[in-house]
């Protein structure tokens, strides 16, 4: 095994709120330890087999990296937050197969949590999640009851409890399972925390109705895998986050208290984080699949086209400090978080002004004129362009939705206390959202064409998500 300096650190795209990492920060916390040992155990899909412990050879690699001068960042962030746990560190470090990409990736700001990182790990060329034992070549993908899912995830085999409580929402999983496998390539699956049927149910409605006009035939190239947990971060109160998106190994992420929300909401958000999935669809190159997983950032020249017409251009300059550079950083947005003006501004400049707008009119901040005109529906979708993209899709379906609602309510005052309620639910879930501000937006007219709803696709959303809550 070659020694190899590159400690993986995933940049995220994440929704909902920040994180916190402030409770746990000493490199001797055995809990902190014993949390991130856990997140290995759970980074591919429930009950998968676990990693071979770290050979000899592996620790003394690691003790070489660390006192290796040409690699201090990565020993930096090693120290940081796996203290002097040598097995740890050589998880965080090792690439099974030998192909480049390491077998777990970690986040340098959420206390070291590992994540899936190499989609392949043994190298036999099936995917983890459908492999029986994703770190033995000799061990790959079985179907013993032949129904063409991955005996590792298949629902049919691992829902046998659950099955018994509710035959029918059970009955209802594994259809909808099967066909996202088998239409566009989508694994449901569940790690941490059960995937309810609300949220299948939403994922597909989003993916085949919301996305209909612009996806593929075998769906996004980008998303393989859709799973559920319990929390983002080390710890349930790290901080919290509704989902992410990890581009590189075509995964997203639902966790335990978005899965809770309103079923209106939980489409909205399904439709934010599919709105990520295709804006880096369109940068992939399916035919150099391996080199989209090293990736160390998007150029994402496709996308920039996009959101140029909407007041986002891009800034040249180098994000990351030259003492950085001995890492690989496996970011989609390396360039993209920061790297952008929004007419004109940066972003901290437009944080400020929302927060001074925010001063003065309080909670209901976005119903001030100033940010209305702007047509900026929530502080978030001002972070970057892939945010404000996907923000603004967002608000455009339920904009969407809301609007076809109302057509099958006869009063005004009926119209009213509908709209009320809607604005309410969405404020108390997401405080720094508001769907209606992007009416009459050249971004409305641009998602109306491109993300064309059929007519009776809306009806049934709106009746489905709107009309069953109201």
């Avoid at 190298?123 to 899912?149: A, C, L, S, V």
């Avoid at 939980?266 to 880096?280: F, R, T, W």
Wanted: some cysteine.
């Amino acid at each position: 095994m070659t020694l190899k300096p590159l400690l993986t650190i995933i940049f995220l795209i994440y929704s909902c709120s920040p994180q916190n990492n402030s409770r746990f920060n000493t490199d001797t916390d055995q809990s902190k330890q014993e949390a991130q040992l856990l997140s290995i155990h759970n980074a591919l899909y429930r009950g998968a087999p676990l990693p071979y412990p770290p050979t000899e050879l592996e620790l003394e690699q690691i003790k070489q990296l660390l006192n290796d001068p040409k690699h201090s960042y990565s020993a930096s962030i090693l120290k940081k937050h796996y203290g002097s746990n040598y097995e740890l560190m050589a998880y965080a470090n090792r690439d099974t197969d030998q192909d480049g990409v390491l077998d777990y990736r970690i986040a340098s700001t959420i206390n070291g949590r590992f994540y899936e990182g190499d989609i392949d790990i043994d190298g036999d060329g099936i995917r983890n999640t459908h492999d029986m034992n994703p770190y033995d070549p000799e061990i790959g993908f079985e179907d013993k009851n032949n129904n063409q899912i991955p005996d590792s995830i298949d629902w049919e085999l691992t829902m046998s409890a659950r099955c018994k409580a509710n035959t029918s929402e059970c009955s209802q999983l594994i259809m909808i399972q099967k066909e996202l496998f088998l239409d566009y390539q989508v694994t449901l699956l569940e790690r941490t925390a059960d995937f309810p049927l609300v949220t299948a149910v939403a994922f597909k409605d989003a993916l085949t109705k919301v996305f209909r006009k612009v996806l593929p035939r075998n769906g996004f190239y980008t998303l393989r895998t859709v799973a559920s947990e319990a929390y983002a971060w080390l710890y349930p109160d790290d901080g919290e986050t509704c989902a992410m998106i990890f581009g590189p190994n075509q995964s997203m992420m639902i966790y335990e208290g978005s899965l809770a929300t309103p079923p209106f909401l939980q489409l909205a958000l399904i439709v934010h984080e599919l709105g990520h999935s295709y804006q880096y669809h369109l940068d992939w190159n399916p035919d150099k699949a391996h080199n989209e997983y090293r990736r160390e950032y998007f150029p994402m020249k496709r996308f920039k086209q996009v959101v140029k017409h909407f007041d986002w251009t891009p800034r040249k300059h180098d994000l990351y400090p030259p003492e950085q550079s001995d890492t690989l950083f496996a970011s989609l947005d390396k360039e993209n978080r920061s790297d952008f003006l929004f007419r004109h501004k940066t972003t901290k400049y437009w944080q400020r002004w929302i927060a001074d707008i925010w001063e003065t009119e309080g909670d209901k901040y976005l119903e001030d004129p100033r940010i209305t005109s702007k047509h900026i529906v929530s502080d978030y979708s001002l972070v970057n362009p892939l945010e404000w993209y996907s923000e603004q899709l967002t608000a455009y379906i339920l904009e969407r939705m809301e609007q076809d609602a109302l057509s099958k309510i006869d009063s005004r005052e009926g119209k009213q206390e509908f709209s009320e309620w809607m604005l309410k639910t969405e404020r108390e879930v997401w405080a720094g959202f508001r769907h209606q501000n992007i009416r009459g937006s050249k971004a409305f007219n641009h998602l109306s064409k491109k993300f064309y709803l059929l007519k009776e696709d809306l009806r049934e959303l709106s009746d489905r998500y709107l009309f069953s809550d109201f």
